[in-house]
Nanobody
């Protein structure tokens, strides 16, 4: 019912920048929150940044990453600056979605992920 597609990952040198995008599509009433998570090899998936009316950042992302949303286009972005090798991971976007106006239940959807590699 809801699809999330990330784009913008790639290989970048330390100190470089990338901008990730995530587009939500499908049949739903509203998106009440969107966010970015990442998972490095051998590690658990962790929050990078979220936006649900207010923004929240992991300590590792504060001052370097910026999350933004285009609610009209059902998009969420992650601008990543001053990238470090430890930022290397698969980055996933998620969305908290209300499928219809007549139900209060919200559902969490995930994208397939986009690889970010920071290396010289």
């Amino acid at each position: 019912q809801v699809q999330l597609v990330e784009s913008g990952g790639g290989l970048v040198q330390p100190g470089g920048s990338l901008r990730l995008s995530c587009a939500a599509s499908g049949r739903f009433f509203s998106i009440n929150g969107m966010g970015w998570y990442r998972q490095a090899p051998g590690k658990q998936r962790e929050l990078v940044a979220s936006s649900d009316g207010s923004t929240n950042y992991a300590d590792s992302a504060k001052g370097r990453f910026t999350i933004s949303r285009d609610n009209a286009m059902n998009m969420v972005y992650l601008q990543m600056n001053s990238l470090k090798p430890e930022d290397t991971a698969v980055y996933y976007c998620n969305a908290v979605v209300k499928l219809s106006s007549s139900h209060t239940t919200q559902f969490l959807y995930w994208g397939q992920g986009t690889q970010v590699t920071v290396s010289a």
